[in-house]
């Protein structure tokens, strides 16, 4: 891309404005610290050129928006066609206080919905279940059966909205719910869209919330992949999630490269179910942490792009271009908000939602600055929006596509990031024996993963105890009092409200429908076939998600980890 007598004179000259300009300079006044480096201490150099990127190959490295390897984006027009769906994460109480706070959203400007369960729902426990008591309604919405999916969407129009479900080991019962609703509203299955995160994958690598095995578990996953090719195709039955991976401690290129090689992995089951690559692939999507270092993150969702593209070209043959478009939802990340000055987060999640908007991505959750210390206040969700929307309206940030693509250290720092990501990928494919399925099982069996990720973090938490890593309010610049705002706080009687619902539902549904309906998924477990039918009608008989549940511990059976020695 450069003249090669350019590119020796750029050098010539870089070198003699170290030795006569820069050094005498730092001799005066010295510099800041010993060493510059991003949160994942990457080391970053004092002044990039374009001798940085002599090897850059415009066409083949970069390329235009819209088109292959798609590293300046996925869509021709970016945000000046549309900007990214606002989409802020909310769930807490009952379904009916989730409802309020669902279309108190939407009429401040959301332009999408996302759940969050709690933690009975997320482990597949009814709220009734002994080891949820204490823990309904706490941490996400309370969701045990049809009829609470029912109050969740009440007065939303689903053919209209989409809603993203951030759920795991019972992902399959809460999209059999959100079908059986389309279903009993007379709303066409094609019309419903979303995403569901049901990254099981992720849950034994990163986040730690199973019920049955690995293997098991990802049986259901291409079951929910299947179906979705067949009857929803605007619902994205997987969100790959390095959100999780990057919040238990990994790197930016741990987090890149762990996820890639879970999204491999699924296309790889799901191929050999026997589903052509792109039946599917498009309705993949991805969910990817953004952090303080802005040009890191900004050059991971370049790289991810460019990996994504290249690899599912390559290695999976596929030829339908949405196949090979990596698309994905960005979330700041909660691991850097401090219960300390807690307003400081708002500055950095602003931060963290600009690298996320200047790397293209295609929805956007902001976390709030309260989150920290409890469930968003709705005076903090609120500011979260807002956040979104100056920076969509005010700033400019949304006017040009890939506004940071050609500089010298985006660009060189992209490169290093692929090339790392890809080292690792690679490492797992190889421990598979050529399969990054096989491969990435290995891993989660052999403590591959929690090796690796625990490494980066203890190294990561070093530096902040060491001052190295300055969190401001934490470490430096602290102050003295309490900085605590008024937080949310999610009442008792919330459960008993749950159960109440609960019991009568149990009351009033057809208890033999529901024996034959447990019935019915006994012999598709054990029979290998596809379970996302049956869970549909299931669910209608009002069958509760607990139940279902433990049919599939019971025929799979649990999981327990175990670290073993490499």
Do not use: C
């Given at each position: 891309?450069?003249?090669?007598?350019?590119?020796?004179?750029?050098?010539?000259?870089?070198?003699?404005?170290?030795?006569?300009?820069?050094?005498?300079?730092?001799?005066?006044?010295?510099?800041?610290?010993?060493?510059?480096?991003?949160?994942?201490?990457?080391?970053?150099?004092?002044?990039?050129?374009?001798?940085?990127?002599?090897?850059?190959?415009?066409?083949?490295?970069?390329?235009?928006?819209?088109?292959?390897?798609?590293?300046?984006?996925?869509?021709?027009?970016?945000?000046?066609?549309?900007?990214?769906?606002?989409?802020?994460?909310?769930?807490?109480?009952?379904?009916?206080?989730?409802?309020?706070?669902?279309?108190?959203?939407?009429?401040?400007?959301?332009?999408?919905?996302?759940?969050?369960?709690?933690?009975?729902?997320?482990?597949?426990?009814?709220?009734?279940?002994?080891?949820?008591?204490?823990?309904?309604?706490?941490?996400?919405?309370?969701?045990?059966?049809?009829?609470?999916?029912?109050?969740?969407?009440?007065?939303?129009?689903?053919?209209?909205?989409?809603?993203?479900?951030?759920?795991?080991?019972?992902?399959?019962?809460?999209?059999?719910?959100?079908?059986?609703?389309?279903?009993?509203?007379?709303?066409?299955?094609?019309?419903?869209?979303?995403?569901?995160?049901?990254?099981?994958?992720?849950?034994?690598?990163?986040?730690?919330?199973?019920?049955?095995?690995?293997?098991?578990?990802?049986?259901?996953?291409?079951?929910?992949?299947?179906?979705?090719?067949?009857?929803?195709?605007?619902?994205?039955?997987?969100?790959?999630?390095?959100?999780?991976?990057?919040?238990?401690?990994?790197?930016?290129?741990?987090?890149?490269?762990?996820?890639?090689?879970?999204?491999?992995?699924?296309?790889?089951?799901?191929?050999?179910?026997?589903?052509?690559?792109?039946?599917?692939?498009?309705?993949?999507?991805?969910?990817?942490?953004?952090?303080?270092?802005?040009?890191?993150?900004?050059?991971?969702?370049?790289?991810?792009?460019?990996?994504?593209?290249?690899?599912?070209?390559?290695?999976?043959?596929?030829?339908?271009?949405?196949?090979?478009?990596?698309?994905?939802?960005?979330?700041?990340?909660?691991?850097?908000?401090?219960?300390?000055?807690?307003?400081?987060?708002?500055?950095?999640?602003?931060?963290?939602?600009?690298?996320?908007?200047?790397?293209?991505?295609?929805?956007?959750?902001t976390n709030s600055f309260d989150e920290a210390l409890a469930l968003p206040s709705e005076?903090?969700?609120?500011?979260?929006?807002?956040?979104?929307?100056?920076?969509?309206?005010?700033?400019?940030?949304?006017?040009?596509?890939?506004?940071?693509?050609?500089?010298?250290?985006?660009?060189?720092?992209?490169?290093?990031?692929?090339?790392?990501?890809?080292?690792?990928?690679?490492?797992?494919?190889?421990?598979?024996?050529?399969?990054?399925?096989?491969?990435?099982?290995?891993?989660?069996?052999?403590?591959?993963?929690?090796?690796?990720?625990?490494?980066?973090?203890?190294?990561?938490?070093?530096?902040?105890?060491?001052?190295?890593?300055?969190?401001?309010?934490?470490?430096?610049?602290?102050?003295?009092?309490?900085?605590?705002?008024?937080?949310?706080?999610?009442?008792?009687?919330?459960?008993?409200?749950?159960?109440?619902?609960?019991?009568?539902?149990?009351?009033?549904?057809?208890?033999?429908?529901?024996?034959?309906?447990?019935?019915?998924?006994?012999?598709?477990?054990?029979?290998?076939?596809?379970?996302?039918?049956?869970?549909?009608?299931?669910?209608?008989?009002?069958?509760?998600?607990?139940?279902?549940?433990?049919?599939?511990?019971?025929?799979?059976g649990t999981y327990r980890e175990t670290i073993g020695v490499m």
């Amino acid at each position: 891309m450069y003249d090669e007598d350019d590119l020796a004179s750029i050098r010539e000259a870089r070198d003699e404005w170290e030795s006569e300009t820069r050094d005498p300079f730092v001799e005066k006044g010295g510099e800041r610290k010993d060493r510059f480096a991003t949160v994942s201490n990457h080391g970053v150099e004092d002044l990039y050129t374009p001798a940085d990127v002599a090897d850059l190959d415009y066409e083949s490295d970069l390329g235009f928006p819209g088109k292959p390897p798609y590293t300046r984006g996925v869509y021709p027009t970016m945000y000046r066609g549309r900007t990214w769906t606002m989409r802020q994460f909310a769930g807490f109480g009952t379904a009916t206080e989730t409802n309020e706070r669902f279309h108190y959203l939407i009429e401040n400007g959301q332009t999408g919905l996302s759940t969050a369960f709690d933690m009975p729902s997320l482990m597949g426990k009814d709220s009734d279940d002994p080891l949820s008591d204490g823990e309904v309604g706490k941490e996400g919405v309370a969701v045990d059966t049809l009829r609470d999916m029912e109050v969740l969407f009440d007065g939303i129009d689903i053919g209209e909205v989409t809603t993203s479900f951030t759920i795991n080991p019972s992902a399959p019962v809460v999209f059999a719910m959100y079908v059986a609703l389309a279903d009993n509203r007379g709303v066409p299955r094609e019309r419903i869209g979303g995403t569901f995160q049901n990254d099981m994958l992720k849950e034994f690598i990163a986040q730690k919330e199973w019920v049955i095995p690995p293997e098991s578990s990802l049986k259901l996953v291409t079951d929910t992949v299947e179906f979705a090719a067949e009857e929803t195709p605007r619902i994205r039955p997987i969100s790959v999630s390095g959100y999780h991976i990057r919040e238990a401690g990994s790197t930016a290129v741990q987090e890149l490269a762990f996820t890639l090689a879970d999204g491999f992995a699924y296309v790889e089951d799901a191929v050999d179910r026997g589903l052509d690559v792109d039946e599917f692939a498009p309705q993949l999507s991805f969910f990817f942490n953004s952090h303080n270092s802005i040009f890191e993150e900004v050059a991971k969702f370049r790289a991810a792009r460019r990996i994504y593209h290249d690899v599912m070209s390559e290695w999976y043959d596929a030829e339908d271009k949405r196949s090979t478009q990596l698309k994905f939802h960005t979330q700041t990340a909660g691991q850097s908000l401090t219960a300390q000055q807690p307003l400081n987060n708002i500055v950095r999640v602003t931060i963290q939602a600009l690298a996320g908007v200047l790397g293209g991505t295609q929805s956007l959750h902001t976390n709030s600055f309260d989150e920290a210390l409890a469930l968003p206040s709705e005076e903090a969700v609120t500011v979260a929006l807002r956040t979104q929307q100056i920076i969509a309206e005010e700033s400019g940030a949304a006017d040009v596509i890939d506004p940071l693509g050609g500089s010298y250290f985006v660009e060189t720092l992209t490169d290093e990031i692929e090339a790392e990501a890809m080292a690792y990928i690679e490492e797992i494919r190889e421990m598979g024996d050529g399969s990054v399925r096989d491969g990435v099982l290995a891993g989660i069996d052999e403590g591959y993963y929690h090796r690796e990720i625990s490494e980066a973090s203890y190294e990561y938490q070093s530096r902040v105890e060491d001052g190295e890593e300055v969190v401001v309010g934490v470490n430096k610049y602290d102050t003295e009092g309490d900085t605590r705002p008024d937080l949310l706080h999610v009442e008792d009687e919330v459960q008993d409200r749950q159960l109440a619902r609960l019991e009568s539902v149990k009351d009033d549904r057809d208890d033999a429908a529901v024996e034959a309906a447990l019935s019915d998924l006994r012999e598709t477990v054990r029979d290998g076939d596809n379970v996302m039918p049956v869970l549909v009608d299931a669910v209608k008989e009002y069958v509760t998600m607990g139940e279902i549940m433990d049919v599939f511990a019971e025929e799979y059976g649990t999981y327990r980890e175990t670290i073993g020695v490499m």
